[in-house]
């Protein structure tokens, strides 16, 4: 009963940023192989197609499912538009870049008797700020921006959070041998969010993706995961110190799809193997994207 009841008072908190995972903006699995690696100057569109399948509910500040029938689909399409410069700073090639998804949510929690359908275009990012270093056998990336609270959050269905969030990035790819068809990846995002409007703020959560690759030719394949963490205490009406967490693991494929165009197409698949709840119940499931890469 106590489970249920804490489920209910947050449903709307935490049911809307289900697809955010533990409990900011970012969505962990939307980067795999070569994660860290900015591409040579120029302008990118990235088209991240993501559902994210809800298996079950884990509960506040437990690793247990509620019982029931707690389940639900999150599908998007973050539309990602990057532009790279010859300009140096610090060394490496200066850049900036803006993500703007669009949503649609649908959710059928029994435990909080929710049961509704919303779409609409979710919270928008802004990163003034990204840098990338090339080596011989190794990149490195850095990134700053914003997450704005722009979309409505009035539901549980709704494609916004209701808060905003500052995300810092940092990561790096090294290649295992000269021809560079071995490659391994880590790119971490921190995201420090702000109060929502009831007085709640979200604790601060850090993302790390992760990928082993192996290039078969113009085939690129590989062992791909993600692990997310709560850094810090949620606060305001029913905080704990309780911190959620997920982690997952799966595989890519990265394939040419008109190589003379500049368009790549990405395919991953990912199983979430463990996920603990925090001060609310925290979802557990499966993500499949694709991503559409074109250079301009």
């Not at 979710?122 to 080596?135: E, M, Q, R």
């Amino acid at each position: 009963m106590k489970i249920v009841s804490k489920l209910a008072l947050t449903a709307v908190l935490t049911a809307a940023g289900v697809l955010a995972h533990a409990g900011g903006h970012y969505v962990p699995g939307v980067e795999g192989i070569q994660a860290a690696s900015v591409p040579p100057p120029g302008v990118y569109y990235l088209g991240y197609m993501v559902n994210y399948s809800i298996d079950e509910l884990r509960a506040p500040g437990s690793s247990n499912s509620i019982p029931g029938s707690n389940t639900g689909t999150v599908s998007a399409l973050a539309n990602r538009l990057v532009y790279i410069t010859n300009t140096q700073f610090l060394g490496a090639n200066y850049g900036m870049e803006t993500i703007v998804p669009v949503m649609r949510k649908s959710l059928s929690f029994n435990a909080a008797s929710v049961s509704e359908s919303s779409s609409g275009v979710g919270d928008i990012y802004v990163g003034p700020l990204v840098l990338g270093w090339h080596g011989s056998n190794w990149d490195a990336a850095a990134a700053a921006g914003l997450w704005f609270d722009n979309a409505s959050s009035d539901s549980a269905s709704a494609p916004g959070n209701g808060y905003k969030s500052t995300m810092l990035t940092g990561g790096g790819t090294y290649y295992f041998d000269a021809a560079k068809t071995w490659t391994g990846s880590a790119l971490v995002r921190y995201e420090m969010n702000s109060t929502q409007s009831n007085s709640f703020k979200p604790g601060n959560q850090v993302s790390m993706e992760w990928g082993f690759g192996k290039s078969l030719g113009a085939v690129q394949v590989g062992l791909v995961g993600y692990d997310q963490w709560q850094t810090s205490n949620d606060t305001g009406p029913g905080a704990t110190g309780d911190h959620a967490e997920r982690h997952a693991i799966g595989a890519e494929v990265v394939y040419p799809l008109m190589k003379e165009a500049g368009v790549m197409l990405k395919a991953a698949y990912y199983d979430e193997y463990s996920a603990k709840g925090g001060t609310n119940p925290q979802a557990k499931g499966s993500t499949l994207r694709f991503t559409v890469v074109k250079a301009f």
